[in-house]
């Protein structure tokens, strides 16, 4: 499994995608952090904090790990190596996993460099360490939790298809659905009575907890629950192909 993983991962590197997908990251936090006016701008705020970063991410994960992962499985299938892939010596959930690592260890990277703005706003305080440290790395937590999730969906959505396109635009519905669509869905009257019921089952009442610099276990526990399902689904999509 790991030899799969390490193949899996150099493979971002060995075109420009692993490249572009931190570098798009990097880019647009930091124009948001630091270049565009208002009140995002931290040096035209009256705190020192990194909301912009935590507040962003997700909508800027939201279109970056679809694209991530949209080649995972559809260039197994397109060149036909997924069916000799399948053949080795190694078990379909293992097959998963090595995907789902390489994708998640790629967009850990990009978080670490995040420490960069961290270190920036620490400095930049008046006085000195002046950011709210328990919230910004209750924050950074939660920014993981929801690379992982967003990972598993992705891995999930394209393992149905072999064109990336449809691959992104599934990944792309699905995380955005369980990012936004509970809480949209419990603003109907028809679930009126179950609205908390309802936003909880999505990602972002939990992202929001876990940002506020308290980490509860029931949303740690949501976030490993919903990326285990998904992975099993994944190993199902790949199973029913010797059904």
Not at 27 to 47: C, E, H, K, Q, R
Not at 93 to 103: E, Q, R
Not at 154 to 174: E, H, K, Y
Not at 183 to 210: A, C, K, M, P, V
Request: hydrophobic content about 55%; aromatic content about 18%; overall charge neutral.
């Amino acid at each position: 499994m790991l030899t799969l993983l390490l193949k899996e991962f150099r493979s971002f590197f060995n075109s420009i995608s692993g490249y572009l997908i931190i570098s798009i990251f990097l880019l647009a936090t930091g124009l948001f952090i630091w270049v565009f006016p208002g009140n995002s701008n931290v040096l035209d705020g009256a705190y020192a904090n990194l909301d912009t970063l935590f507040d962003m991410a997700p909508w800027i994960y939201l279109f970056l790990i679809p694209a991530l992962c949209m080649r995972l499985f559809t260039d197994e299938k397109k060149s036909g190596t997924i069916e000799l892939l399948l053949t080795r010596p190694i078990t379909d959930f293992k097959i998963v996993l090595s995907k789902f690592f390489a994708a998640l260890l790629l967009v850990v990277f990009s978080l670490l460099f995040c420490l960069i703005y961290y270190l920036s706003v620490y400095y930049l305080g008046n006085p000195v360490g002046s950011i709210d440290v328990g919230a910004f790395w209750g924050s950074f937590l939660g920014l993981f939790f929801l690379a992982i999730a967003y990972v598993s969906l992705a891995v999930f959505a394209g393992s149905f298809t072999d064109n990336q396109i449809i691959a992104f635009l599934l990944s792309l519905i699905l995380c955005f659905s369980f990012y936004m669509g509970f809480d949209y869905l419990s603003d109907l009257l028809l679930f009126q009575g179950f609205q908390t019921e309802i936003i909880n089952l999505g990602i972002s009442e939990h992202y929001r907890s876990l940002s506020r610099g308290v980490i509860d276990s029931r949303d740690v526990s949501y976030f490993i629950g919903l990326s285990l399902v998904f992975l099993l689904a994944t190993r199902t999509v790949l199973q029913s192909r010797k059904w």
